[in-house]
């Protein structure tokens, strides 16, 4: 395991302690684990009728803001509104509604409108796709060096262990287009353009998958680029334009919220090795410190799809996200227990250690006889 | 049965043009119209058919399980219904807001779209659809149906006078399909009358758990080319008696719908006669103990005994290959449907023996006997 504390540059106030990251041993990781399991469970015997009001409620929320901003386009003075409540509408369905749903949050609902298998988001990727390489890469090997293409998303060098090359020179370029692009980005992770280059991977292997980002990227295109601008008639330019800023801004907002799930100071990463055969408490063990959390408000938490809970959600992704913030008490208090690290922290310090390492990355290790060494 | 279907004028068969067009889809993607209609108006839908509950009435007042007779007045998108079919009823419990899924047969007359249906149920003490609709809904209720499916139906013009004999040999709640193709036959005949000759022998548990027995009675009463024979209690079913009442049953085209025990009876009689129709309740599996039982692949045909092992496990040493991801429960790729049998979860432990059921076959291990559509 490899800790991405910053030795010389450690503020004093950094609530990183090396000795709360230590290595449990497997009989502390079994209970460890058990006492994860005893939450998962009982809140699953709890699931009901408020969790399915909620999930209804965000639904008919979003909605009425997609159903406002489309709406406000036909009054040119309240464009910004109207951009507003678009992007509004697209971040709660992106993040608390879609997010959430394809993870099977809500499929013990049985509703096919919030069923994993059936529902697809407002955005250029394709659901089918990114629930495999995010359900089951990224939350089956989380921050598993070599194996979880979410560190970094093949493009960027997120963590010491991945080697540099001078192509990283560009990590704070290559993270601004991507946050600029980002549904672009998350479309394109599938096909592993990386591995493409580095030769590990046909082209073959990405015919379908890029069909399938085709065809969704043509249906996303039509309906905010031609027909509602369309709709508006001489305003077409000022609705499509409107769109787009709409889209850019859900961009924004998803990248940030995202990058601070594993990549701010403190976040743990894995080898191979060490998560070979891996107990489910060291799958836990692996999911808590791999990950960081952002406090906030209740809005705040809406808005991040309950993602602001990144550590509850890795530890128990199936649950619906609204249940992240009651289990995150229990979840602190047995960290406490276990003296194991709990990353949290204003979104403002969390994003300013996530640009921090990204620039840090951008150059090479600051020992290279030690790291050739190894 | 009044026709009030909205959807016979031309205003609104435009409005149902309208709603399923290329444009409408497109600008709804990736959601669909229904996801937004359904925000207004439930009764509103374009592909999706949902009904509203109009009454519920009391069908017995015996001893046995309590029968009612549900009116709903479906959304314009029901496609009618020919009698003798079968719709799958969708409801939301409350509570546990889970949302189940059981067939009905349509007991009313073949129906046009949009025209209203009546389910006459019977409230089983483990049936969880059926005791909610017979005893815990209430008018204005919305359900969610499947369109009518089934090949137990009347094949020749109910309109149309012949001299082909028609039998129907029902027991219990299995008279709902042959009532339906009964009244069918009654409203579209000529002057009241069937039309043709019509033998209806029907098997219940007393007088007060006979269903629609006031219509029966007067069916029987009048001149309408039916002949009704009702039996009560231990009387069970036998070839002698049905030689009594029609000679040539095994030439005559035959529908046969009821309790497992009664079919026995029937197939038996009619040999391999391709004149006789059957129509069979499920009677859901029920072994129960620990590696016992036999698992059944439905898709592959593949059956082996249980090894206790998860189902995943065991239809990969079948030599299937089912799709799959994490194998830890978390990331849904795995998600099949069981038709029927009792799983346990093993993360949770818990059991269920629902039929139609999406489970997660990596962490479901059979409990006796099991069927997966695999």
Redesign the interface.
Known sequence: MSIAYENETLPADVEIDVEAVKKLTAEQLDQFGAEM?AI??RV??D???A???YIRKV??LQ?GFE?AGRALFYLPPAWPLAVAALSVSKIIENMEIGHNVM??QY?????P?LN??MY???NVCP?EQW??SH??IH??FTNIVGKDRDIGYGILRMDEDQKWHPYYLGNPVYAFLLMVFFEWGVAMHDLEVENLVAGKRSISENKELHAGIMR?VR??A??DYL??PALTGPLFPLTFAGNAVANLVRNVWAFNIIFCGHFPAGVATFSEEECENES?GH?YYRQLLGSANITGGKLFHLMSGNLSHQIEHHLF??LPARRYPEISHEVQEICERYGLGYNTGPLGKQLFSVAKKICKMALPPRQPAEQASH | MSTTAPLGTPLARLGQGLLRSRVLAALTTPHGVDRYLEMVNPMWAAEEVRARVVSIDRETSGAGAPVATITLQPTATWRGHRAGQYVQVGVDLPGSAKRMTRCFTVSSAASVPGERITLTVRAHDEGQVSKFLVGEAVPGQMVHLSQAQGDFTLDESPATPTNNHLLFITGGSGITPAMSILRTLLRDGYDGKAGRKVTFLHYAQSAEDQIFADELAAIAAADNDVDVHLRYGDHVFSEFELRRLVPAFADTDTWACGPAGLMALIADTYAASPRLRTEFFKAPRTTVGPAEGEVSFERSGETAANSGATLLEQAEALGLKPEFGCRMGICFSCTSRKTEGTVRNVLTGVESSLPGEDIQICVTTPVGDCAVEL
Do not use: C, I
């Open positions: 399991d998962r469970q699953l015997a699931l009901g009728e969790d399915a009001d639904v008919k909605r159903v993870h099977g499929d013990w609902m049985g509703d409108g994993s298998r697809d988001w407002d659901g629930k495999y359900n089951y939350h089956t969704k249906r996303q039509v309906k027909l509602f489910r799958w992704p199936d």
